[in-house]
């Protein structure tokens, strides 16, 4: 399709009458199309990344509910033995006919019943772990309900026991801060909230239930019958205020622990980004400058790029199995990645039996020329070095160095992304590669490279060679050899 500028020369003339350049004027509009695109692909990454973060988020919420099941039950089976064991002692001591199990029927009863629905709550939260799906909040306030009731039940048991002002301070009324306790698990201020709340309002009705039976309650001093302060509205009143006090507590404390594992994914999530968009060969330090840099963006930028070919590697690969092409290539580009990274460049694209590195990108110091002529030479090196020894095939390869401004960024989908380079510094440097061949070389760099490496202050020998012609250029490009 034409450009409307083009089907009408008149707008072109229009436009340089009011002292606008046309071309500016489209590229300005290309530029802020691009920036537009780029800003729709980051939302969509964004929004996939927290999406995976609360998938795995209900999956950690799920595992803690479970645990926190576990929990439950294991405490109420260990309470029905004690309250079992303290049953046949106290039998022993004072006989069977004074006290038996049928005086605590309703407590065994009730620890029973309670394990049974812990064992169903346990299954049931399997069963939504199985399915991958969350369970309703409705389930999980109901679950909470139910729980803290619990502590509830006992008590009122206890009143069969013993007089009812004395059940409201027994043991099974602080069981209420263990369940509160335990609803940090949940990771949810409102549930562990809501835990302390029904242990509150639950609490304050057993009082006002039994508070008929106050005033029969009296303690026996040596001097005769005294009241007691335990049947005084504000020794409950505090109680049932610590209750809730314990739920905000608790809540914010799984909140706290929610908001870590949050960020904790995050993190993981960038760090994972960082290393599928530039490969798993990119150096730690470089991850780490990486992440605090955060999001890469599309740019143009001033980089040094280094293609590098084995040679002869068709004839090695029709002469082994694959298993020792593949042996060989790997012991190959061990110390060749480990020779880029140190020297602040990453691996691009592994393109068969070669690769391309870049360096000054996505991150520089400024000595981008340098730093790549260091890690060819240092390649070279420990290639001479393997081949003197004998524990590689004799191996020759080629590299070419060259350095320009190049556009940079990330391309793909939301689902997958690569960090790329673009622009005719990529063509002459893979060019620079190729004329290894012609002149029997191991290294080319573009006079760009050699002239930035000179002003950095590295010292280098190197022979100045005819210049070469790349397709699609139409300047010839002076070369230097090194190797």
Known sequence: ML?????????????????????????????QKAAGQAWVMAKSAIRGQSRRIEKELDREIMRSEIKRVKIIAMLLGVLLLVVLSLVVVTGMVVGPDHFGYWQIRYALITLVVAIGYESLAYLGFRYYQRRRTIVPATSRYGNALLETSIPTFVILSFTQLVHPVEALFSPPSYAYFFFIMLSTLRLEFRLSLFTGFVAAVEYGILV?????????????????????GLVLPAFHVAKSMMYIIAGLIAGYVGREIRRNFQNTMASMEERNRVVDMFGAHVSPEVVERLLAQGETESETRHVCLMFLDIRNFTGFSENHTPAEVVAYLNELFDFMIDSVNNNKGIINKFLGDGFMAVFGAPISDGRDSRNAIQASLDILRKLEEKNSSGEIPLTRIGIGLHAGDAVTGNVGSSRRKEYTIIGDTVNVASRLEQMNKKFDSDLLISDVVFRAARESGLEFEGQELEPIQVRGRQEMVPIYKLA
């Open 3 to 31: 450009d409307r500028t083009a089907r009408r020369p008149g707008g072109c003339k229009f436009l340089h009458f009011f002292g606008f350049n046309s071309e500016a004027l489209q590229t300005r509009v290309d530029r």
């Open 208 to 228: 006002y239930w039994l508070s008929p039976e106050f005033s029969s309650y009296k303690l026996i001093s040596a001097d005769g019958v005294i009241g007691s």
